[in-house]
Nanobody, 129 residues
Framework: QVQLVESGGGLVQAGGSLRLSCAAS????????VGWFRQAPTKEREFVGT??????????SDSDSVKGRFSISRDTVKNMVYLQMNSLNSEDTALYYC????????????????????WGPGTQVTVSS
């Protein structure tokens, strides 16, 4: 079992930045990737990006809505994953989740939520215009 808890959300003005954190605990040795997703009211959950836990290589969504503005990093000593968000706009307002994919789960694409067995409760990001 892996437990995840997000933090760092809040209210920010348009054009500002936020860094979200995801703390992982439990069987972190079984993590293959940790991904970030977001869900705005009345919208479907959206893949933001993921990072391969062992390599530290991030893979980002092809969506123009996040490309070039968001970056993902991780610290395996602290068991933390970070989502740095820059140039925020109102479209980034959402509940942000981190999720972990178990080692050996290769049946789905990088951003397919079905591949992620463990989810945090989410942290709210609100961007004011």
């Amino acid at each position: 079992q892996v437990q995840l808890v997000e933090s760092g959300g809040g209210l920010v003005q348009a054009g500002g930045s936020l860094r979200l954190s995801c703390a992982a605990s439990g069987r972190t040795d079984t993590i293959y990737t940790v991904g970030w997703f977001r869900q705005a009211p009345t919208k479907e959950r959206e893949f933001v990006g993921t990072i391969i836990w062992g390599e530290g290589r991030p893979i980002y969504s092809d969506s123009d809505s996040v490309k070039g503005r968001f970056s993902i990093s991780r610290d395996t000593v602290k068991n933390m994953v970070y989502l740095q968000m820059n140039s925020l706009n109102s479209e980034d307002t959402a509940l942000y989740y981190c999720a972990a994919r178990h080692v050996g789960v290769t049946a789905h694409g990088w951003g397919d939520s079905r591949a992620f067995a463990y989810w945090g409760p989410g942290t709210q990001v609100t961007v004011s215009s």
